[in-house]
Nanobody
Framework: QVQPVESGGGLVQAGDSLRLSCAAS????????VGWFRQAPGKEREFVAG????????NYADSVKGRFTISRDNAKNTVFLQMNSLKPDDTAVYYC???????????????WGQGTQVTVSS
């Protein structure tokens, strides 16, 4: 079983940047797609960005395109989410998830981290 562990959240001002990291404990996740999701208070969890096992394919929610970049370093068993030009609407708990069943997509992720809080003040 793969256990993702997120880090890098915090409190920033609008326009600032943050980089989230997702490291795997247990088995490596270098063979699997990884996604970032977020959940704001009172809202459903939503897909933010995804990356396939090799890093050759990525996709993003429309709300973050051009501002967020997902990447991975399989040698370090880590996936990153670089977030630039942050807005107050980006405030949420951000979760890393691994698609242990294989394949790639915006849903059907099997292993979830505990989340890291990102708060963007105006």
């Amino acid at each position: 079983q793969v256990q993702p562990v997120e880090s890098g959240g915090g409190l920033v001002q609008a326009g600032d940047s943050l980089r989230l990291s997702c490291a795997a404990s247990g088995r490596t996740f270098s063979s699997y797609a990884v996604g970032w999701f977020r959940q704001a208070p009172g809202k459903e969890r939503e897909f933010v960005a995804g990356i396939n096992w090799s890093g050759g394919t990525t996709n993003y929610a429309d709300s973050v395109k051009g501002r967020f970049t997902i990447s991975r370093d399989n040698a370090k068993n880590t996936v990153f989410l670089q977030m630039n030009s942050l807005k107050p609407d980006d405030t949420a708990v951000y979760y890393c998830a691994v698609r242990g069943r294989g394949g790639y997509g915006k849903s059907q992720y099997d292993y979830w981290g505990q989340g890291t809080q990102v708060t963007v003040s105006s």
